[in-house]
């Protein structure tokens, strides 16, 4: 099923939700120093030229000793957006910015998810359900 298209239906329907929880981005050189178990609590896994990027439950990144300098909250924007939609990332963000609310967006299959600051967690919701009002 494709995800919908229309920034105006988008923005309407996004309802953004707040998962519980404080997360973490970590860089490691080996995701083998990662139990299996573990691996269950990694939300995000991307490759790049210096390692792999996770993001994962704090806790856990704790438990394995892996540092991280942000402690984030994690809003899920739960309409199914398609990959192809066009201005729903810039419209977010620049609200976000705006407010001097910093972002990292990851952008999977079925919905755009939003990491802020753990202090502005409920700031950006504010922000967000302001959006679908528009």
């Not at 704090?58 to 309409?79: C, F, P």
């Not at 398609?82 to 999977?108: D, H, P, Q």
Request: hydrophobic fraction near 40%; charge should be positive.
């Amino acid at each position: 099923m494709e995800g919908e298209r229309d920034l105006h239906k988008i923005l309407k329907t996004m309802n953004p939700k707040l998962n519980t929880g404080d997360y973490v981005f970590c860089s490691v050189k080996n995701l083998k120093l990662i139990d299996v178990q573990d691996t269950k609590n990694v939300i995000m896994t991307f490759i790049e030229k210096e390692g792999f990027t996770i993001i994962l439950k704090k806790e856990i990144a704790d438990k394995l000793n892996l540092k991280y300098y942000l402690v984030t909250s994690w809003i899920t924007l739960t309409v199914h957006s398609s990959l192809e939609a066009i201005g729903l990332t810039s419209t977010f963000s620049k609200a976000l910015a705006e407010k001097e609310v910093g972002c990292n967006v990851v952008a999977a299959f079925y919905h755009d998810h939003i990491f802020v600051p753990k202090k502005d967690a409920k700031k950006a919701m504010n922000i967000l359900k302001g959006l679908t009002k528009q």
